[in-house]
T-cell receptor, first 113, second 115 residues
Framework: GENVEQHPSTLSVQEGDSAVIKCTYSDSASNYFPWYKQELGKRPQLIID?????GEKKDQRIAVTLNKTAKHFSLHITETQPEDSAVYFCAARLTSNDYKLSFGAGTTVTVRA | DTEVTQTPKHLVMGMTNKKSLKCEQH?????MYWYKQKAKKPPELMFV???????INESVPSRFSPECPNSSLLNLHLHALQPEDSALYLC??????????????FGPGTRLTVL
């Protein structure tokens, strides 16, 4: 099955700085890579996703890059704000399974004011 | 309506109790999911229903019993749970297969405590 590794497990940044979270996946057949943000006591919310036919996608202060050859994808948050503090999960979906996402272990991001 | 709703928000039950968790969506999604999540860990898939039929059971113990009465509702029946089953139970839905629309919408979860 798919194995997704996520680093770092914790990340502390100064407000206004950038944050980068990296994930690697094991199955080259994976073709869909969402990122979820989960604030304390709340539901996971999709913040951005990318498909395997695209190398980069951006939405305001958030961007995701995908390197299919190296089998890794990264989340970039620029100009971080205190409300960016949360746990972030990357995930990958196998083409052979229409429903199952393999999640990374999560990164706890703390933005210091 | 672009939300997945879940009831109750919190549930405390004894090991001999029987209770049910409920999930509802009115987005016309045909795939619905149950996840279990421990604190600061990723969601773990339990069950998937596609077009009201059980599509995936991730070897979940029989003390958890899912039910999909119709395309908008998903239940999780609980019986004889153990303290280690205490967790946040998340429901999610997606249009069809993730290959299509892609996005999975999560509900707010039910915080379950088993005494």
């Amino acid at each position: 099955g798919e194995n997704v590794e996520q680093h770092p497990s914790t990340l502390s940044v100064q407000e206004g700085d950038s944050a980068v979270i990296k994930c690697t996946y094991s199955d080259s057949a994976s073709n869909y890579f969402p990122w979820y943000k989960q604030e304390l006591g709340k539901r996971p919310q999709l913040i951005i996703d990318i498909r395997s036919n695209v190398g980069e996608k951006k939405d305001q202060r958030i961007a995701v890059t995908l390197n299919k050859t190296a089998k890794h994808f990264s989340l970039h948050i620029t100009e971080t704000q205190p409300e960016d503090s949360a746990v972030y999960f990357c995930a990958a979906r196998l083409t052979s399974n229409d429903y199952k996402l393999s999640f990374g272990a999560g990164t706890t991001v703390t933005v210091r004011a | 309506d672009t939300e997945v709703t879940q009831t109750p928000k919190h549930l405390v039950m004894g090991m001999t109790n029987k209770k049910s968790l409920k999930c509802e969506q009115h987005m016309g999604h045909r795939a619905m999911y149950w996840y279990k999540q421990k604190a600061k860990k990723p969601p773990e898939l339990m069950f998937v229903y596609s077009y009201e039929k059980l599509s995936i059971n991730e070897s979940v113990p029989s003390r958890f019993s899912p039910e999909c009465p119709n395309s908008s509702l998903l239940n999780l029946h609980l019986h004889a749970l153990q303290p280690e089953d205490s967790a946040l139970y998340l429901c999610a839905s997606s249009q069809e297969r993730l290959a299509g629309a892609g996005e999975q919408f999560f509900g707010p979860g039910t915080r379950l405590t088993v005494l």
